[in-house]
C-alpha cells in the first residue's frame, strides 16, 4: 500500500489578493497525479470557497489536501471567530460578510452549501471563539 | 465559437493567452459576484465581468474555463495578467457594457448552456 500523499499550506488572513493561492497550486499538484478533470474540479471549487471563507471570516488558517486511494481530503483548520449556528451557516444565502466583500465579488452566502455540494463527505467542527475545522471528501472511484 | 470572433464581435484588446485565441469555446456567462459564478455556473468556458481583482482569474482557473473578457474599459493589473498566463487563460478587454457584450455574442451563436464541452 502506498503513503497518502499530502500538501499543506498556510493560508494568509491579511491578504485579500492572495486568497486561492494554495487552491491554485493543489489543482497543479492534483493535475500532475493524472486524476480525473471533474474530480480535480470539484476538489478544486471546494478548498478555493473553503480557503476565501478561512480569508474573510476566519483571519487565516492552516489548508491540507490528502491524496489517498479512496478519496482526496481536504482539511481547513483556522482559529478565527467560530461558526454559532452551523445549521443556519450552511443555509444557502445565509452571509456575515461585509459589504466591503460583497464589491470584492464574494458574500453571497453560497460557500458553505457549494463545499457541500461538491464534495462526497463533508464535516463542520467549531467553536465559538476558537476556530473552525472543516474536513472535505471527494471520492476518486 | 473560436475566441478570436470574440475578440472580433466585442472588438476586444488581447491581454493574455494570445496564442490560444484559436481555441473553440461553446457556452458563455456574465457575472460580477464569483460568488454566483462558483455556486452556478456548470461548463462554460467563458466569463464576462466587471470586476476587477485576482479572485476573478482564480475562480476562472477553478471552474475550469478559458477565457475571461473585462466589460467596461476594465483594465487587469499586471499581476492578474501573468497569474492569467501562468493557467492559460485568455483576457479580452472590451469598452463595452456587460449587456451589450453578452448581447452580442449570444446573438452571434455561444450560448449560455451548452453540453458539450470547451475544446481546451
Ligand atoms: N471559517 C469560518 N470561520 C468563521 N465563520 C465562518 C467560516 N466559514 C463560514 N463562516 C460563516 O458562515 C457564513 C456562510 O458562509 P458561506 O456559505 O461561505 O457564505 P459567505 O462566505 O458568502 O458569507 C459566513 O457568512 C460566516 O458567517
Ligand atoms: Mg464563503
Same mark, same amino acid.
Given at each position: 500500500m502506498s503513503e497518502a500523499l499530502s500538501f499543506r499550506f498556510s493560508v494568509d488572513g491579511e491578504n485579500f489578493t492572495s486568497a486561492g493561492q494554495a487552491s491554485v497550486q493543489v489543482k497543479k499538484n492534483l493535475r500532475q497525479l493524472g486524476l480525473d478533470p471533474e474530480i480535480i474540479r470539484r476538489v478544486s471549487i471546494a478548498m478555493y470557497e473553503g480557503e476565501i471563507n478561512m480569508v474573510i471570516h476566519a483571519g487565516g488558517g492552516v489548508a491540507e489536501v490528502k491524496v489517498a486511494e479512496e478519496f482526496v481530503e481536504i482539511i481547513l483548520e483556522d482559529h478565527g471567530?467560530?461558526?454559532?449556528d452551523i445549521e443556519q451557516a450552511m443555509q444557502a444565502g445565509f452571509s456575515t460578510a461585509p459589504d466591503k466583500i460583497r464589491s470584492l465579488g464574494f458574500g453571497a452566502g453560497m460557500g458553505l452549501p457549494n463545499m457541500k455540494r461538491y464534495t462526497d463527505y463533508m464535516d463542520i467542527e467549531s467553536k465559538v471563539g476558537e476556530g473552525t475545522r472543516i474536513t472535505m471528501r471527494v471520492n476518486i472511484t | 465559437m473560436k475566441i478570436c470572433t470574440i475578440k472580433e464581435l466585442l472588438d476586444a484588446r488581447v491581454l493574455?493567452? !494570445? !496564442?490560444?485565441?484559436g481555441n473553440h469555446v461553446y457556452s458563455a456567462c456574465g457575472s460580477d459576484m464569483m460568488s454566483d459564478v462558483l455556486a452556478y455556473v456548470k461548463d462554460q468556458a467563458v466569463l464576462l465581468t466587471g470586476l476587477v481583482n485576482t479572485q476573478v482569474i482564480r475562480t476562472a482557473e477553478m471552474m475550469d474555463m478559458v477565457c475571461v473578457v473585462f466589460v467596461r474599459s476594465k483594465t487587469p493589473t499586471p499581476e492578474m495578467i501573468s497569474l492569467a498566463e501562468e493557467s492559460g487563460l485568455v483576457l479580452l478587454a472590451t469598452d463595452k457594457r456587460m449587456y451589450e457584450a453578452c448581447g452580442i455574442l449570444y446573438s452571434g451563436g455561444l450560448v449560455s448552456n451548452k453540453v458539450k464541452k470547451a475544446t481546451v
Open positions: 471567530p467560530g461558526i454559532a | 493574455a493567452g !494570445e !496564442e490560444r485565441l
